[in-house]
């Protein structure tokens, strides 16, 4: 079974940082592009960043560019979104994607004071 | 960047008929050279998460219903719910994972039982 766990969400305030981690299992990790989506609170959904199967290919939305860093661990199946300089704009639930295919069941970022 | 605009936004339907909601891109995200349309259709019930119910434009998620299914192909697409049940309630979008980034969304489409 395709499996996709987020976990690190949390409140922090202005200016802080956070780590998201995606944890996946089910199939082949190395093989597939990620992408972290987000959705605020009673809005739609919002696509924030990508990475290519290997690592070597990103990609960010502009609003979080130079302070959101998207990484992969492939030996460890592992995703990860390091949040920086957060603003309250980036409160939402962040669900980790696969480019194609199933997501997990999201992780809440609450930013505020 | 590619938008995506649903309609509509809203729709109420009768148990037992069809919903039909439709998808309209900026440009095309059919690629010649596989011959795939990069758009997915998800469903998103109250307090959880986004489920995939269809891929490549009409590729049903192993485990969906099939009453659901998708079609269209380079700018326009459809989903359809051939007899909506009451457990279809839920906000509809479309995703276009076409070439590189940003993979947009639609705004989202609420069905509701008349």
């Known amino acids: 079974e395709v499996q996709l766990v987020e976990s690190g969400g949390g409140l922090v305030q202005p200016g802080g940082s956070l780590t998201l981690s995606c944890a996946a299992s089910g199939f082949t990790f190395s093989n597939n592009e990620m992408t972290w989506v987000r959705q605020a609170p009673g809005k739609g959904l919002e696509w924030v960043s990508y990475i290519s199967s290997s690592g070597t290919t990103i990609y960010y939305k502009d609003s979080v560019k130079g302070r959101f860093t998207i990484s992969r661990d492939n030996a460890k199946n592992s995703l990860y979104l390091q949040m920086n300089s957060l603003r309250a704009e980036d409160t939402a639930v962040y669900y980790c994607?696969?480019?194609?295919?199933?997501w997990g069941q999201g992780t809440l970022v609450i930013v505020s004071s | 960047d590619i938008v995506l605009t649903q309609s509509p936004d809203s729709l109420a339907v009768s148990l037992g008929e069809r919903a039909t909601i439709s998808c309209k891109s900026s440009?095309?995200?059919?690629?010649?050279?596989?011959?795939?349309?990069?758009l997915s259709w998800f469903q998103q019930k109250p307090g959880q998460p986004p489920k995939l119910l269809i891929y490549?434009?009409?590729t049903r998620e192993s485990g969906v219903p099939d009453r659901f299914s998708g079609s269209g192909s380079g700018t326009d697409f459809t989903l359809t719910i051939s007899s909506v049940q009451a457990e279809d309630v839920a906000v509809y979008y479309c995703?276009?994972?076409?070439?590189?980034?940003?993979?947009?969304f639609g705004q989202g489409t609420k069905l509701e039982i008349k």
């Open positions: 994607a696969r480019r194609v295919g199933s």
């Open positions: 490549w434009a009409s």
């Open positions: 440009q095309s995200v059919l690629y010649s050279g596989n011959n795939h349309n990069y």
């Open positions: 995703q276009q994972y076409y070439n590189t980034p940003p993979y947009t």
